[in-house]
Nanobody, 122 residues
Framework: QAQLVESGGGEVQTGGSRRLSCTIS??????LAWFRQAPGKERQFVGG????????VYGDFVKGRFTISRGDADNTVYLQMNSLDSDDTAVYYC?????????????????WGQGTQVTVSS
């Protein structure tokens, strides 16, 4: 059974950086995405990466601040976040799907991690 586990969340000051990890076990995915959900808001696409190759894609709000990368063994995907501000405070989730095409729609992902909280404070 597929399992996704996020780690690396915590509190960070405005302007700071944080790296999140998503560890994959139990199956191989074609693509993996990061989403986030702030209190009272819908779950939002942060970015995604295909294990078939190609460049990651990002949500419009990222504006070059975040980078998604794969670990050497393809069982870990990272989300490096820089220049964080209070709007980035949210629970961050990773999600996997079989298709290698990255989808921005949360409904296209059946496998989800439990989420990790990132809080940006001034």
């Amino acid at each position: 059974q597929a399992q996704l586990v996020e780690s690396g969340g915590g509190e960070v000051q405005t302007g700071g950086s944080r790296r999140l990890s998503c560890t994959i076990s139990g199956r191989n995915f074609g693509s993996l995405a990061w989403f986030r959900q702030a209190p009272g808001k819908e779950r939002q696409f942060v970015g995604g990466i295909s294990f078939a190759g190609g460049s990651p894609v990002y949500g419009d709000f990222v504006k070059g601040r975040f980078t998604i990368s794969r670990g050497d063994a393809d069982n870990t995907v990272y989300l490096q976040m820089n220049s964080l501000d209070s709007d980035d405070t949210a629970v961050y989730y990773c999600a996997g799907r079989s298709a290698t095409v990255i989808s921005r729609s949360r409904s296209q992902y059946r496998s989800w991690g439990q989420g990790t909280q990132v809080t940006v404070s001034s």
